[in-house]
């Protein structure tokens, strides 16, 4: 059964930029959750999307918003974008929300220059 | 608020040995554990998920304990391969998936052949 799907897998923005990356969880599962992955701060929690609701969202400003369609794929957006945005952005299911494992994609590497 | 910590930073070992990763975290309040390798530039791979209400779990050559009280869980490697080198991240969560999973930094492994 495919995995968690991610794309792009990169991409290249400059500051001030808006970015949209899109994630398609496992078939069947309906939780997603957004990760972002910088070499400073390790991996840190973005939010979490279930029935298409947000269930709660990491120390994140504004600017870093999320969604979830009917199918269960989410997609994250990220406005005006700044140079420490960059950073490898995870995206994960699982079956339902609430302490499930979670299966990861591999991943949207986005640079900001 | 929750914070975990993984020893070593990095390790280097020759190929066949048995060895240890270390994970402790500050909060024992957690729904589980879950232990996960990245390879460079790609996205986490699930090794082995730990429910709070279990010791450890196995999955072949792996085995991951859980000692709640303590605030500790250990992954061990048998009779390691070079294959198996990579970076092994430790993550709990604390709020039943509503707060996301809180990483380590993680453990950089090298198995010299």
């Known amino acids: 059964k495919a995995g968690v799907t991610q794309t792009p897998r990169y991409l290249i923005k400059t500051r001030g930029q808006q970015v949209t990356l899109s994630c398609s969880p496992i078939?069947?599962?309906?939780?997603v959750s957004w990760y972002q992955q910088t070499p400073g701060q390790g991996l840190q929690f973005l939010f979490e999307?279930?029935?298409?609701?947000?269930?709660n969202k990491g120390n994140f400003p504004g600017r870093f918003s999320g969604r979830q369609f009917s199918n269960s794929r989410s997609e994250m957006n990220v406005s005006t974008l700044e140079l420490g945005d960059s950073a490898l952005y995870l995206c994960?299911?699982?079956?339902?929300?609430?302490?499930?494992?979670?299966?990861f994609g591999e991943g949207s590497r986005l640079t900001v220059l | 608020k929750q914070e975990v910590t993984q020893i070593p930073a990095a390790l280097s070992v020759p190929e066949g040995e048995n060895l240890v990763l270390n994970c402790s975290f500050t909060d024992s309040a957690i729904y589980n554990l879950q232990w996960f390798r990245q390879d460079p530039g790609k996205g986490l791979t699930s090794l082995l998920l730990?429910?709070?209400?279990?010791r450890e779990q196995t999955s072949g050559r792996l085995n991951a304990s859980l000692d709640k009280s303590s605030g500790r869980s250990t992954l061990y490697i048998a009779a390691s391969q070079p294959g198996d080198s990579a970076t092994y991240l430790c993550a709990v969560d604390s709020g039943g998936g509503a707060d996301g999973l809180t990483f380590g930094k993680g453990t950089h492994l090298i198995i010299q052949p």
């Open positions: 730990i429910q709070s209400s279990q």
């Open positions: 994960a299911s699982s079956l339902v929300a609430g302490g499930w494992e979670l299966f």
């Open positions: 999307y279930f029935s298409e609701t947000q269930r």
């Open positions: 078939s069947g599962h309906r939780s």
